[in-house]
């Protein structure tokens, strides 16, 4: 096979040295038709030609011109065949369907790749036959494709004619054209992994939709939510539990808890209530909870503590404190994941799409919070607590220590069965961040960590809102936070767009 490769470059490399110009121009252009590129390696004939200009036995210019000319025929020829041919393929007009959702969600990141299409190996002879079966308009596509297709021959005989002048050994020059279309290669399965993560959304939405008719649950929706911000129709109950807004704000304000923000839905409005107390600051603890409408034992921890703050039970240690809930005050009242869109409030820390998604932050904002806790409930056995990497160590120590010594029982494993190395803890390394980034996951810790501070979220066990020992676990976490052997971490006041 080697041979045989050897033997056709050498071939390609004689039609050049002997017909020169002629063979720069045919070459160009059949290697951007559909399907002939395999046959007429466009590139060994440009890298051949440059390097021949280089020894002083073809003009560079002409060469230029000739390849750019043949590339920009050849790429027009393949975008005609897609134009009125491949358009007509089933699974091509599915595609070409989606091209307006897909340009919106990468904004500029496709017109960014369309100029350097010709570099990744053989791309560049299918990019042009897809851009017209999508309908890609002429006017832009004749842009593009003469300024992508300058830069192609530009670099390439460049790269001929300086190896030409300094080396005179074309071996070398194609060996740097070789790495160069590698590396482009893997630019182009980067950018290909972007389309999938844009097209993402809509895709598990269509897919949610669907088996929600067909089991009438919302299963699959809180699979989806995992990845997509906004999986569901609507605050999907997920829970047959509904909390009466009466009840639960006669419980809150019973614990001090004032009005902050209602949420409209259908004409209704649902409240999300705020407590607030300001000390001589060592440092300052923002608690949210209600965040996913199921998950309630938050609420009860929320009205524990303020009580106790009340009574003066609970003593702050110099901390100033603010708490608020329920974040998702809609799904709340639906006993659902989901708010009142449809969204998982938790995964819209990117976009922030969701009425909730911008309180929390206008909340980090206004209160200018040294630490934020987060209060969840999970499926799991045992409650643990999650950090986002800001935490300081001697706080952490602390928050191990005081959950360890309540009488509660503690998480061993993770959601997905990792073991936990402490009982009950887990803090988040970069391996878990760069998955929740390749993923476009979302979340308040990820948030948070951008803009400095540490964020604790609490996963008490079981989605129980009355188990005494999800109360207690959540004011144990809070406790040791605001403890006086705790180091509250440098307080950060720069916001994020």
């Given at each position: ?10 071939f ?60 920009i ?96 050994t ?10 160069i279309q ?44 995992y ?45 999300i ?5 300001e ?11 209600g ?21 003066g ?26 708010n ?12 922030f799409?969701t ?6 932050r ?18 799991q ?14 706080m952490?120590?602390?928050?191990r ?17 990792i ?11 970069s ?10 996951v ?13 964020v ?36 950060r ?5």
């Open positions: 096979m080697l041979d045989f490769v050897s033997d056709y470059t050498e390609v490399n004689d039609l050049v040295m002997r017909h020169g110009y002629v063979v720069v121009f045919i070459g160009l252009l059949l290697e951007g038709v559909v399907g002939l590129g395999f046959i007429f390696p466009g590139l060994t004939i440009l890298i051949f030609a440059g390097f021949l200009s280089g020894i002083g036995i073809l003009d560079p210019f002409v060469v230029f011109g000739l390849a750019l000319t043949g590339t025929v050849g790429d027009n020829l393949s975008y005609i065949v897609g134009r009125l041919g491949l358009v007509k393929l089933s699974k091509v007009r599915w595609l070409a369907g989606r091209v307006s959702e897909i340009e919106g969600r990468l904004r500029g990141t496709n017109r960014l790749f369309l100029l350097f299409f010709h570099f990744p190996g053989y791309i560049r002879m299918i990019v042009p036959a897809l851009a017209g079966a999508m309908g890609f308009p002429v006017r832009r596509w004749l842009l593009f494709d003469t300024a992508a297709a300058g830069m192609f021959c530009a670099a390439y005989v460049t790269l001929g004619y300086g190896i030409g002048v300094t080396t005179t074309f071996a070398e020059a194609i060996e740097v054209g070789d790495m590698a590396a482009f290669g893997v630019l182009f399965v980067v950018w290909a992994a972007i389309i999938v993560i844009a097209m993402r959304r809509s895709l598990f939405r269509q897919v949610g939709e669907w088996l929600e008719r067909i089991w009438g649950t919302s299963l699959w929706s809180q699979v989806a939510s990845f997509n911000a906004c999986p569901a129709t609507g605050p999907i109950p997920s829970s047959d539990i509904r909390w009466d807004q009466g009840e639960m704000g006669e419980l809150l304000r019973e614990a001090g808890m004032m009005l902050a923000k209602e949420v409209s839905y259908r004409g209704e409005g649902y409240p209530f705020r407590f607030q107390s000390e001589d600051s060592l440092g300052r603890l923002l608690v949210f909870a965040v996913h409408g199921d998950e309630r034992s938050g609420l009860k921890i929320l009205h524990s503590f303020a009580a106790g703050i009340v009574r039970t609970i003593p702050l240690n110099r901390w100033s404190i603010c708490m608020v809930g329920p974040v998702n005050p809609v799904g709340t009242y639906f006993g659902s994941r989901f009142e869109d449809g969204c998982d409030v938790n995964r819209d820390f990117g976009h799409r009425a909730s998604g911008r309180f929390q206008e909340e980090i904002d206004r209160f200018n919070p040294t630490v934020i806790v987060s209060l969840h409930d999970g499926p056995r045992g409650s643990f607590v999650i950090t986002n990497g800001l935490v300081p160590d001697l952490e120590e602390g928050i220590r005081k959950i360890g010594s309540a009488g509660i029982e503690l998480a061993t494993k993770l959601f997905l069965l073991p936990l190395a402490h009982h009950g803890f887990y803090r988040e390394g391996f878990g961040r760069f998955m929740k980034r390749l993923l476009g979302r979340t308040l810790g990820a948030y948070g960590r951008a803009r400095g501070i540490g604790i979220t609490v996963e008490t066990a079981g989605r129980d809102y009355e188990r005494e020992s999800n109360v207690r676990f959540g004011e144990a976490v809070l406790r040791a936070i605001m403890a006086g052997d705790a180091v509250a971490p440098q307080r006041s720069e916001t994020v767009s």
